[in-house]
T-cell receptor, first 117, second 116 residues
């Protein structure tokens, strides 16, 4: 079974600075998807960024980028120019490609990010 | 992105009663819906996966007679917590994925259930 590990339960960053959230995973599959989700105090799950394993290029979405190291099974999220609104729980997630139906997400334990003004 | 609406956002019920939570996909056909439970400061725990027109597949340790899931249409799935007890108090979240959405699922806003 696939597993996702987020080893840092909490981190803090100064506003406008850069922070990197780490995530490792374990799978025997060669094709899969990886995600970072944000859960603010409202508890709405928000997709931050996703990466297809077959793509070597790291995904980027504005201030958010990933460092995807397939051989090391590492998938870190970099937040640049941190803003107060980035404060939230961040979950790393893994998903197999669909096989007939949609496949479930496997989540890490999450990491609480605090942004200091 | 696609919109998933979950209702109610908060519900308080008496111990022993049942409560139903709805999850609707508003602008796409959800062939698969997932139900999660989340305890405070913890990750999402998958309870069950439901495919439209089929019986739900429950994760190990989840009582299917306690948490009834119905996915009768391509836009609606319901989770009914039967004979609720205080230990069932939690945050419940649904997510939905369509046949053509082979990369991501979309989440509802969640439901805070309190059993008194």
């Amino acid at each position: 079974a696939q597993t996702v590990t987020q080893s840092q339960p909490e981190m803090s960053v100064q506003e406008a600075e850069t922070v990197t959230l780490s995530c490792t995973y374990d799978t025997s599959e060669s094709d899969y998807y990886l995600f970072w989700y944000k859960q603010p105090p409202s508890r709405q799950m928000i997709l931050v960024i996703r990466q297809e394993a077959y793509k070597q290029q790291n995904a980027t979405e504005n201030r958010f980028s990933v460092n995807f190291q397939k051989a090391a099974k590492s998938f870190s999220l970099k937040i640049s120019d941190s803003q107060l609104g980035d404060a939230a729980m961040y979950f790393c997630a893994y998903r197999n490609p669909p096989q007939g139906g949609s496949e479930k997400l496997v989540f890490g334990k999450g990491m609480k990010l605090t942004v200091n003004p | 992105g696609a919109v998933v609406s979950q209702h109610p956002s908060r519900v308080i019920c008496k111990s022993g009663t049942s409560v139903k939570i709805e999850c609707r996909s508003l602008d796409f056909q959800a062939t698969t819906m997932f139900w999660y439970r989340q305890f405070p400061k913890q990750s999402l725990m998958l309870m069950a996966t439901s495919n439209e027109g089929s019986k739900a597949t429950y994760e190990q340790g989840v009582e299917k007679d306690k948490f009834l899931i119905n996915h009768a249409s391509l836009t609606l799935s319901t989770l009914t917590v039967t004979s609720a007890h205080p230990e069932d108090s939690s945050f419940y979240i649904c997510s939905a994925a369509g046949r053509l959405m082979n990369t991501e699922a979309f989440f509802g806003q969640g439901t805070r259930l309190t059993v008194v």
